[in-house]
């Protein structure tokens, strides 16, 4: 191992010479070449465990996300980062390409994490998948709001945004040889949430027009997650893919390209194996053998045991999701609520997150009663909950998932759980609009249910976002709630995922298969 002193010489002489030959560095410093390839190594290494001390992955992922580079020397330190949390291993990149280009990959097998099994029939997570494959939507929509014209060559609002004219493609197909119709189209929206809130006000030809019992000016956005199905129920596609193998007991089911597919040059992969696996560690042994290529996964400390793979760990973009706390007014005093804002330990939150262990956490005990609302048993909450318990509290918490919320808002001061606003803050008024759904502790501030409102009305992404984004601090300044930590969707790959506009989510993946393209490093 190289001497301390040896080694900042070394480092003090890179720094100043960064191209510098071995040769060079060892005639500067006064040691051999073999020595200057030994500090070399010793040095990537301290370098990885120096910088986890001061920003730990997770701490990364969030930098990234709200860095917007726009000179080479801010993509650069971009990158610099990327390579902190995606390091060795790479095998090409996977992207969204919408120019015209040939395939150059054959074969893509993506494993799932199912909750269970579901024998005899395909597990549901499973037809998420496969669905948008082989049934195309009528638009697809980015994050940007660019709308890309699918089986509808127009869709467009005629009257506010309560009725909406749809017109279809000239001979689009079903695998049958007929035409899709507008049939087709209405029975599919009807059957996808809109049951009762949706009619047909006209159907001409290719043409239909939709009235809408609540004016929706994201009806567009919701569209483009509506593979149009058969309304007669026939075993037909109309998307990329069709369904070529199914293998129920074993969970695989592969799609091969639809040569009948109305875009002529796509599918860019030929073939998808989906597999479904109850344990995780299974797939993970798949991953490792290269046999699986794309994992998607709820939580990085589901890899614990596997941190030989954890730098293959990627993220998708983030869509306004958070671990959070909901404060319950009716108990908390406005200077309580100021004493448990700044007894929260953050910094054991960030430990955990990055770790996955909860550290010790002595904090100050204010006497509040901490619960906890977790989806589908999400250990990560649970976990956080026992943190902020600790740090101002006795360090008991309570299961409240299930329980009535007229016995939570007379027991119970807060609440730790993960919420999802929604992309463009669309679920943000059922949790803190005075007659919420959701409204856990009867939050209640006229001049938040009039942002609510107004943001309701506002079809434009970017002027929702800087609305919701503006309701959000309101809410946070209000004390109706306090934010802890962002939360992402992660997944493995062997292929690093250029993220952008159109590749954005795990949907925009899956909705998009079709224009996949991933590129092997040769």
């Not at 996964?297 to 959070?324: A, C, D, T, V």
């Not at 929604?422 to 803190?432: H, N, T, V």
């Not at 209640?444 to 609510?452: A, F, I, Q, T, W």
Request: proline share 4%; glycine share 6%; hydrophobic share 40%.
């Amino acid at each position: 191992m190289a001497k301390v002193e040896t080694l900042l010489k070394f480092i003090r002489f890179i720094k100043k010479h960064p191209n510098a030959s071995d040769r060079e560095i060892a005639q500067a410093i006064g040691v051999t070449v073999r020595y200057v390839k030994q500090c070399k190594k010793e040095l990537e290494e301290l370098e990885k465990e120096i910088f986890t001390l001061v920003l730990s992955e997770e701490d990364i992922r969030m930098i990234l996300e709200g860095f917007n580079p726009r000179t080479e020397y801010e993509r650069e330190i971009r990158r610099k980062l990327e390579r902190k949390i995606i390091s060795g291993g790479i095998r090409g990149k996977m992207r969204i390409e919408k120019r015209e280009t040939r395939r150059v990959m054959w074969r893509f097998d993506i494993a799932l994490i199912l909750p269970h099994r579901t024998p005899g029939e395909i597990h549901p997570m499973i037809m998420h998948w496969i669905k948008p494959m082989i049934y195309e939507p009528l638009i697809w929509v980015n994050i940007n709001g660019e709308i890309e014209p699918r089986l509808a060559e127009l869709v467009e609002n005629i009257e506010g945004f309560s009725r909406w004219r749809i017109k279809l493609r000239k001979d689009v197909r079903w695998s049958d040889g007929n035409p899709i119709t507008v049939d087709d189209v209405f029975h599919s929206i009807s059957a996808f949430g809109f049951k009762g809130q949706i009619s047909l006000a006209m159907a001409n030809g290719r043409e239909l027009i939709l009235s809408l019992s609540k004016a929706d000016p994201l009806f567009p956005w919701k569209l483009k997650s509506i593979p149009i199905r058969p309304a007669s129920n026939e075993k037909v596609v109309s998307g990329a893919y069709k369904l070529s193998r199914r293998d129920i007991s074993r969970s695989l089911y592969i799609l091969k390209s639809n040569p009948g597919y109305y875009r002529l040059d796509r599918p860019l992969i030929g073939e998808v194996a989906i597999r479904g696996y109850v344990w995780i560690s299974t797939a993970l042994r798949a991953f490792e053998n290269k046999e699986i290529e794309f994992i998607s996964l709820q939580s990085p400390h589901q890899l614990s045991g596997y941190e030989h793979i954890k730098h293959m760990l990627q993220n998708w973009g983030f869509g306004n999701r958070y671990y959070l706390l909901l404060l319950n007014k009716n108990r908390l005093t406005e200077r309580l609520c100021e004493e448990l804002k700044e007894a929260i330990d953050h910094r054991s939150i960030s430990v955990y997150l990055s770790s996955g262990s909860i550290p010790d956490v002595k904090g100050r005990n204010l006497r509040l009663k901490v619960g906890y609302i977790s989806e589908m048993g999400s250990k990560e909450v649970k976990d956080m909950a026992k943190i902020i318990a600790r740090s101002i509290s006795n360090g008991e918490t309570s299961d409240l998932s299930g329980a009535a919320f007229e016995d939570v808002r007379k027991e119970i001061d807060l609440i730790c759980t993960r919420l999802s606003f929604g992309l463009f803050f669309s679920r943000l008024k059922r949790y803190f609009h005075s007659e919420g759904s959701r409204n856990i502790f009867g939050y209640k501030n006229r001049k938040v249910d009039e942002m609510l409102e107004e943001l309701d009305g506002i079809g434009d992404l970017k002027k929702r976002r800087e609305l919701g984004e503006r309701i959000l601090r309101k809410l946070q300044k209000d004390f109706a709630l306090i934010l802890l930590a962002p939360s992402f969707d992660y997944f493995l790959s062997w292929y690093q995922v250029e993220r952008g506009a159109d590749l954005y989510s795990l949907n925009d993946m899956i909705y998009q298969m079709a224009d996949l393209y991933i590129e092997p490093i040769t």
